[in-house]
């Protein structure tokens, strides 16, 4: 089992649509989560970060976070066409200094 | 604006080169970190270093090397590269602390072809 797993996609959604992103984790003591957004040829950058359960809201991105089910979610709402990237999902496990990444979701949407 | 910087956007070395990548952060961040990204695995960890001359291997460190000698600056170095060293390498750093529960910023990348 990969340490964090992620649906490659890609994922095909119309422009004002909600984009959901899912992600799961082997670690069951992680304590940070982060959502990274990179697009095609350039670094990945942060999105949003969640520490502890529940959702948490900035825009029109919403981090959710489910310890006891080791998942973790992002949802883009009235998505548009800017959002088209690749979305890493990343754990930071037990006491580690290192992140772990997963391999990323495509997200297409379309104008 | 913060800042990391990779020496190099695109490389293509030879079979048996020893290949030196250079990456430097201008945040005095104490961690830095050495990933290379390929398609459908994502980005994998080669080494990290969370202190000027430490460092500690990732899940990937075989064929590969680090130098810190100064906070700001670490290296990445191919020993003898090979095909299967054909990637792109991002240097990335984070602040301080044992929890690592911080941003991670990114360089721009290398993208590095061995032929």
């Known amino acids: 089992q990969k340490e964090v797993e992620q649906n490659s996609g890609p994922l095909s959604v119309p422009e004002g649509a909600i984009a959901s992103l899912n992600c799961t984790y082997s670690?069951?003591?992680?304590?940070?989560f982060f959502w990274y957004r990179q697009y095609s040829g350039k670094s990945p950058e942060l999105i949003m970060s969640?520490?502890?359960?529940g959702d948490k809201e900035d825009g029109r991105f919403t981090a959710q976070l489910n310890k006891a089910s080791q998942y973790v979610s992002l949802l883009i709402r009235d998505s548009q066409p800017s959002d088209s990237a690749t979305y890493l999902c990343?754990?930071?496990?037990?006491?580690?200094?290192?992140?772990?990444f997963g391999a990323g979701t495509r997200l297409f949407v379309k104008a | 604006d913060v800042k990391v910087t990779q020496s190099s956007r695109y490389l293509v070395k030879r079979t048996g080169e020893k290949v030196f990548l250079e990456c430097v952060q201008d945040?005095?961040?104490?961690?830095m970190f050495w990933y290379r990204q390929d398609p459908g695995l994502g980005l994998r960890l080669i080494y990290f270093?969370?202190?000027?001359?430490?460092?500690e291997k990732g899940d990937i460190p075989e064929g590969y090397s680090v130098s810190r000698e100064k906070k700001e600056r670490f290296s990445l170095i191919l020993e003898s590269a090979s095909t299967n060293q054909t990637s792109m390498y991002l240097c990335?750093?984070?602040?301080?602390?044992?929890?690592?529960?911080?941003?991670?910023?990114f360089g721009q990348g290398t993208r590095l072809t061995v032929v």
């Open positions: 990335a750093s984070t602040e301080g602390g044992a929890t690592g529960d911080t941003e991670a910023f």
């Open positions: 670690d069951r003591g992680s304590q940070s």
């Open positions: 969640i520490y502890s359960n």
């Open positions: 990343a754990v930071n496990p037990t006491g580690g200094f290192k992140t772990i």
């Open positions: 945040m005095d961040h104490e961690n």
């Open positions: 270093s969370y202190d000027v001359k430490m460092k």
